[in-house]
């Protein structure tokens, strides 16, 4: 099956570098927390993938979810690039999907204490929600709503969810497949004309940098 071709603008998507709570496998969603210096590093990698792939980097926008975490990941991969930090822009689509009560504990822990629900969301992860939470066909709703207003090449920092969503509306990627999907926190996803490729800065260009 051949990949959907989109007349739309190249996307450089980019998830928050390493939380402590990332580190210790719980589920963040919504909760405001700040990267670990493992994650300030892994943000400066992927700047500096970006720096050899933009010839022209002022002329892209750069957005990113308002949380602390994704805000301080790209103004790290701004300053690699060599752009002002703290001029860019935020928007509230690109939050991490809302785990509602689930926040603050692992899968492990989740199954382990509600085996009834743990199962029902392995039965259906795309529509199932936590309780106080949403389903990733909602996040799919309002990624595809922030894609709607895309009108040139564009940088994104946002979370693992939101990255899978934009595999699902802009690739060939089967939607159901989606929440299983390993994001990286230090390599770049770069999606054009329905194709997509993870990159990362090799440790060479690391050490040169």
């Known amino acids: 099956m051949n990949p959907p071709r989109y007349a739309a ?15 210790r496998r719980r589920l963040q969603g919504r909760q405001d927390i700040p990267l670990n210096d493992t994650g300030r590093a892994q943000a ?19 957005v990113a979810s308002p949380l602390r975490r994704t805000r301080e990941t790209m103004r790290i991969v701004r300053q690699r690039i060599g752009l002002e930090a703290d001029d860019y822009r935020t928007d509230e689509r690109l939050m991490e999907i809302d785990f509602g009560d689930w926040e603050g504990s692992s899968w492990t822990d989740i199954a382990a204490r509600e085996p009834e629900r743990f199962a029902a969301r392995q039965a259906d992860p795309l529509g199932f929600a936590p309780t106080g939470g949403e389903s990733y066909r909602k996040v799919f709703e309002r990624v595809a709503g922030f894609l709607e207003t895309v009108q040139r090449d564009t940088v994104v920092v946002a979370h693992a969810g939101v990255l899978r969503s934009f595999l699902a509306l802009r690739t060939a990627t089967d939607p159901a497949s989606v929440p299983a999907i390993e994001v990286p926190q230090d390599q770049v996803l770069m999606i054009r004309d329905g194709d997509f490729a993870w990159l990362r800065a090799s440790a060479a260009l690391d050490g040169r940098a």
């Open 9 to 23: 603008p190249t996307l450089y998507l980019i998830r928050h570098g390493e939380t402590d709570w990332n580190a």
């Open 44 to 62: 400066a990698t992927s700047g500096l993938c970006l720096r050899w792939l933009l010839a022209q980097p002022q002329a892209l926008d750069f």
